[in-house]
C-alpha cells in the first residue's frame, strides 16, 4: 500500500513539473519570440520563471524524497540511475545553476536583436532539458516494468 502511494506522489510531482517544462518550451517561449520589445519579452519571461520555479522546486523535491522511499520498497537498477542522473542535473540547475547561466545570458544584450537571440538560445537550452526529461520517463518505465 505504501508503495502505491509513493508511486502515486512520484509520479503527480513528475506530471505537474515536466508538463510545466513542456509548457513553458512549447506554449511560452514561442509566445516570447513573438514579441517585438525587449522589456516585454524579459517581464513575461521573469513572471512565468517566478511562478514556475517555486512549484518545479517542490515537485523535484517530491519526486526525490518519493523516489528514495521507492528504491527502499524495490530496490535499484540501471533505470533507476538514469532518473537519479537527470534528477540530480535539474536540482543543480533549479537551486542555483540556472541562476548561474541567466546572470551570464542577460548580462550583454543591449537592443532588441540581442535579447531575441539569448531567448533563442533559452529555447533550445529548454528543449534539451525537456528531452532528457522524457528520457527519465522512459528510464522510470523501464525500471518498474522490466
Ligand atoms: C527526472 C526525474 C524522474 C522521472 C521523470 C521519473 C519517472 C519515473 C516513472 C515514470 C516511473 C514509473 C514507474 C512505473 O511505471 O511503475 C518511476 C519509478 C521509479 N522511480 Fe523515478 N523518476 C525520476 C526521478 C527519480 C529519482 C530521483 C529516484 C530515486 C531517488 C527515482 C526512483 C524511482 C524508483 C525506485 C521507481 C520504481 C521502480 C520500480 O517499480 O521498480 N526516480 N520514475
Known sequence: MSYIIALTIHIISIVIWIGGVAFVTMVTFPMILRMDKSLEMVLMFQGTEHRFGKIAKLMVILAGLS???????????????????????????????????????????????????????????????????????????YAGHY
Open 67 to 141: 523516489g528514495l522511499y521507492l528504491i527502499y520498497e524495490k530496490g535499484i537498477s540501471s533505470g533507476v540511475w538514469l532518473m537519479i542522473v537527470i534528477w540530480s542535473f535539474y536540482a543543480a540547475l533549479l537551486f542555483g545553476l540556472e541562476k548561474m547561466i541567466f546572470k551570464r545570458l542577460f548580462a550583454r544584450p543591449s537592443n532588441d536583436m540581442d535579447t531575441k537571440k539569448v531567448f533563442n538560445i533559452l529555447q533550445t537550452f529548454h528543449w534539451v532539458v525537456l528531452g532528457l526529461s522524457l528520457l527519465a520517463i522512459i528510464a522510470g518505465i
